[in-house]
């Protein structure tokens, strides 16, 4: 398996406790290649979990690769900002819808399905993505 991952993703991969934990170890088990990400899901996951040796191994031991630069995307980063300012997106989401329009074939790995179930890719086209099972 291969992807485009989240912040929550990565949150339940390296937190025990977390509720998705289960589901994102599994998930990570099917990975074949590194899972694509960008600065600012990293830097999200170092704010919740705390610990960035931990989050700088995930990257080195090869769970994911840094495969964007904003720097390189801005007009069309700010489009997306402005396009879904009444969800007041974070930096790491409009990263990530962009990221799907470079890397069509890749799933956004998530547990925001809120957000992800309404962002679109190319204004219209809905973005591939894993979620974990629904809670009942």
């Known amino acids: 398996m291969t992807g485009i991952a ?7 991969f390296a937190n025990r406790a ?3 934990h289960d589901w994102a170890t599994g998930l990570a088990a099917q990975v074949t290649a590194p899972l694509l990400t960008c600065e600012a ?6 704010f919740h979990l705390g610990n960035l040796p931990l989050v700088l191994a995930m990257v080195r031991e090869g769970l994911v690769e840094i495969s964007f630069a904003a720097n390189d995307h801005q007009e069309r980063l700010a489009t997306l900002a402005e396009r879904y300012r009444d969800r007041q997106p974070d930096f ?3 990263c990530l819808i962009r990221m799907s329009e470079l890397f069509p074939r890749h799933p956004v790995i998530t547990v925001d399905r809120t957000d992800f179930q309404i962002y679109r890719r190319h204004r219209r086209e809905v973005i591939p993505t894993v979620f974990p099972p629904v809670d009942r």
């Open 6 to 12: 989240d912040t929550g993703f990565l949150v339940a």
């Open 18 to 20: 977390d509720r998705y």
């Open 92 to 94: 790491a989401d409009v």
């Open 41 to 46: 899901v990293l830097a999200e996951t170092v």
